[in-house]
């Protein structure tokens, strides 16, 4: 009897090594991540208006996360608004680039719930011809869960050039979810206010998707529409504002 027992606490002790050396080790998230992405989009929007004229924009961001949540990066595009606001006041510039530098840091806030507070600084090189200058820098706080996410941005000086505009504010709400493998759709209803320029103001609509093609890449699209004053929007005889569809492809590193 006491041989049998110890033969069974044998064979079980034997059985439980072998389920837990066929159990891989989950690996700790990597302290450092360092993201970079280039893509391509058939119009550069922001906010529901058109920043490249209709014209395609390359884009390219890097990305820096730290476990602790801290996290920094840049954004560099094409633009073309800068020199159709310039031709249409009657001076010139060369200024056709935006970069965008940013950081901030993410907890989580309750279970599942994750806030995120940081700092976006909008850099456009060669608009010295601009008075006040279009570079802008916005403080903001977000909040996300599940599906949904939503974003609140202060400008702390000037918004995009806008005299007296220090203060204006961008308000998003956000849904994305995966409604069949690989593929993600997406949605957002905002609102920016410009300081002292409620002419200005206005709401953007948005909604699209997204599919995952392996391997880093991703293509979709969207239509985003505002319901933005078209004499404030209108530039050269384009509408900025107005809705559209726009098309992307990107691939990550």
Do not use: C
């Not at 058109?50 to 395609?56: A, D, F, G, N, V």
């Not at 094409?78 to 907890?107: H, M, P, R, V, Y």
């Not at 570079?135 to 918004?159: C, M, Q, R």
Request: charged share 20%; glycine share 8%.
């Amino acid at each position: 009897m006491k041989l049998k027992t110890v033969t069974i606490a044998v064979s079980s002790a034997l059985f439980a090594s072998a389920v837990f050396a066929q159990t891989p080790a989950v690996a700790p998230p990597p302290e450092h991540t360092f993201t970079p992405k280039i893509s391509l989009f058939s119009e550069y929007e922001y906010r529901g208006i058109s920043q490249t004229s209709e014209k395609p924009a390359l884009q390219f961001n890097f990305d820096y996360a730290h476990a602790s949540g801290f996290y920094a990066g840049a954004f560099l595009t094409n633009i073309n608004w800068l020199k159709d606001a310039a031709k249409a006041s009657g001076i010139s510039t060369n200024a056709n680039i935006e970069l965008d530098l940013f950081a901030g840091f993410k907890f989580e806030l309750v279970k599942d719930i994750t806030m995120d507070l940081g700092y976006l600084r909008y850099e456009y090189p060669s608009s010295k011809a601009f008075n006040p200058k279009p570079n802008t820098d916005e403080l903001y706080v977000g909040i996300a869960g599940g599906p949904f996410s939503a974003k609140y941005s202060y400008a702390t000086s000037t918004l995009f050039g806008v005299p007296g505009s220090k203060g204006s504010t961008f308000t998003e709400f956000n849904w994305a979810q995966e409604v069949f493998p690989k593929f993600t759709m997406n949605a957002q209803l905002a609102r920016q206010t410009v300081k002292k320029n409620n002419d200005a103001t206005y709401t953007v609509y948005k909604i699209g998707g997204a599919y995952d093609l392996g391997e880093g890449w991703t293509a979709g699209g969207y239509y985003k529409d505002t319901n933005a004053k078209k004499n404030v929007y209108t530039v050269l005889g384009k509408d900025w504002s107005k809705g559209r569809l726009v098309a992307f492809v990107s691939k990550t590193f």
